[in-house]
């Protein structure tokens, strides 16, 4: 392979990975390895519209003072992701603030912020985050472009599964699918005057189609696995009295309340919960769900001395329970995304080795129009 051919094929593959991590993130409602920002309270280390390598906080470590994370926020612009820098920590949480803001996020009535809040952290070297310039600029472009293309289409068909997150994946699929065609037949009229011996080269390559199916299905399997799951927050009340609702709890006792792990899929999956935050705790930490069944687990929510409202989160891993129980619980305590990469990994490998057995390595070919096994069978049937 000559090194211009190698740069190529790199190009196309870090293209490819940058969509892929920009599309994944607003499936999955968080940063995946790319995050950006929209306003200016991080100004001058990110400029509106800047964008920044997003680590995960399942792999970042501990959160240090100086680091710059993506959290959900709760008051923030209304609740939702935010980019802020780390100033300080309490008992509480950790304290955040915008690097162009004169006063931190909670002097502004954001609570503290948990570590089960924390989503990613920007990539820092030398103490100075990693700035891609313009990148949320593009994404936020594209955004509205393929919006508009959303709008019109849902309109021309009545169909509203146009519209929104899936919809965006049904157009990008529709595209990729009219691009190909066109380069097949295009490409394909143009090399219909070559010698039989290259014709022989001409189909979709097996490759290309089991890498497709495979594609599709870690896609979905990893939705499956990360969508669901995640952290959960639960507001208790320490109070000076007893009350029926169960979030209400006297100053240092604790309450148990049920906790349901539904799945919605067909597939069983296996839960893991684990304490996001001080004051909580859930037994079992481990179920096994059946396909469109749930399960309920018991958990404990317990209330400070001091009086007051506090936070509690619970984080939930599910994987799809296509492996034996005791190596996914051997995978998870090694970390927890362990199990989704062994999964994954054992998906596309089934995928690809059942689409190779069945083509043989041939490629697909795609007659020629002028072919009369081409024809309708009602065309063939009138000659």
């Known amino acids: 392979m000559?090194?211009?051919?190698?740069?190529?094929?790199?190009?196309?593959?870090?293209?490819?990975l940058i969509?892929?991590?920009l599309l994944l993130g607003q499936v999955l409602g968080t940063p995946v390895l790319l995050g950006y920002v929209e306003t200016g309270s991080m100004?001058?280390?990110?400029?509106?519209?800047?964008?920044f390598v997003a680590v995960p906080d399942a792999v970042a470590g501990d959160v240090e003072e100086g680091d710059v994370i993506v959290f959900r926020a709760e008051e923030l612009q209304g609740g939702g992701l935010t980019t802020h820098r780390v100033v300080g920590e309490t008992d509480r949480g950790y304290i955040t603030q915008g690097d162009a803001n004169p006063f931190t996020d909670q002097d502004g009535g954001e609570p503290p912020?948990?570590?089960g809040q924390i989503v990613a952290r920007a990539l820092q070297i030398g103490g100075s985050v990693i700035v891609i310039p313009n990148l949320g600029t593009l994404v936020t472009g594209l955004q509205s472009s393929f919006g508009a293309v959303q709008q019109r289409l849902a309109v021309l068909t009545g169909s509203r599964a146009l519209l929104g997150t899936q919809g965006l994946a049904y157009v990008l699929l529709g595209l990729s699918a009219l691009l190909y065609l066109y380069d097949l037949l295009v490409g394909g009229g143009k090399s219909?005057?070559?010698?039989?011996?290259?014709?022989?080269?001409?189909?979709?390559?097996p490759e290309l189609i089991v890498a497709v199916l495979a594609g599709v299905l870690v896609a979905s399997a990893t939705a499956a696995m990360v969508v669901p799951a995640g952290?959960?927050?639960?507001?208790?009340?320490?109070?000076?009295f007893a009350s029926e609702n169960p979030t209400v709890i006297p100053q240092g006792e604790s309450s148990t309340i049920p906790y349901t792990v539904p799945n919605a899929g067909f597939v069983p999956v296996v839960a893991y919960l684990e304490p996001g935050s001080e004051g909580i705790a859930v037994s079992?930490?481990?179920v096994r769900v059946a396909g469109r069944g749930e399960a309920t687990v018991e958990m404990t929510l317990s209330a400070p001395d001091r009086t007051g409202y506090y936070r509690r989160f619970v984080t939930e891993h599910r994987y799809l329970a296509v492996l034996p129980g005791p190596v996914i619980d051997a995978l998870y305590d090694a970390h927890p995304w362990l199990p989704i990469v062994v999964i994954d990994a054992g998906l596309a490998g089934f995928v690809a080795l059942l689409g190779l057995a069945l083509l043989g390595g041939r490629r697909v070919r795609v007659r020629d129009r002028s072919s009369r096994h081409s024809r309708s069978g009602w065309r063939r049937l009138l000659r």
């Open 2 to 16: 000559s090194p211009r051919r190698f740069l190529t094929i790199g190009a196309e593959l870090a293209v490819a």
């Open 19 to 21: 969509v892929a991590s």
């Open 43 to 51: 100004e001058p280390t990110l400029e509106p519209g800047d964008g």
């Open 113 to 115: 912020v948990k570590e």
């Open 192 to 205: 219909r005057d070559r010698s039989r011996d290259r014709g022989r080269d001409q189909g979709i390559s």
């Open 231 to 240: 952290t959960q927050q639960f507001g208790v009340v320490s109070a000076e």
């Open 284 to 286: 079992p930490d481990r």
